[in-house]
């Protein structure tokens, strides 16, 4: 290959990367920005990250309901603590159940409720939330790609 298409070929390079970066859904929080996967039906939600041995830092998942309404989390089959940030309508932070262990009892896991109504919840790696000391009212910010709940 001479010199001149691979001079070119770099700046390609960095534009595909750019723009499939791009295209990753995200949320922002606390002044920090998440990769996100998203559950936005009932067979993602259920199966949320579950059978996982690890979620990269600075990634998550945001789970988007059809109604806002107390929500109840469980991790059975989760196999990495997680952080459980519930989130009303207008994605304000309304209940948060930090550090939450790892549980392989099936149905024995414990559920950790939101006691508030929710309609988005974000599952972040275990510490986040202190971190980025977050406390209720804190805003969540969607990135493109991330479709709005129902009346969210």
């Not at 920005?33 to 996982?52: I, P, S």
């Not at 988005?120 to 991330?146: C, M, Q, S, T």
Request: aromatic share 8%; proline share 9%.
């Amino acid at each position: 290959m001479s010199r001149l298409p691979r001079l070119l070929a770099l700046p390609l390079l960095l534009l595909l990367s750019a723009c499939a970066s791009a295209r990753t859904p995200w949320v922002e929080l606390g002044g920090e920005r998440f990769q996100v996967e998203v559950a936005d039906d009932d067979a993602e939600r259920a199966r949320g990250l579950m059978f996982r041995d690890a979620l990269e830092p600075g990634h998550g998942m945001i789970f988007i309901h059809d109604r806002e309404e107390p929500q109840a989390y469980w991790m059975k089959n989760t196999r990495i603590a997680l952080d459980i940030l519930y989130f009303d309508r207008e994605r304000r932070l309304v209940a948060q159940q930090r550090d939450v262990p790892p549980c392989s009892a099936g149905n024995r896991c414990p559920a950790y409720p939101s006691r508030r109504p929710a309609l988005y919840v974000l599952e972040l790696n275990a510490g986040e939330a202190a971190r980025l000391k977050l406390e209720d009212g804190a805003v969540l910010d969607f990135g493109p790609g991330i479709p709005a709940a129902p009346g969210g």
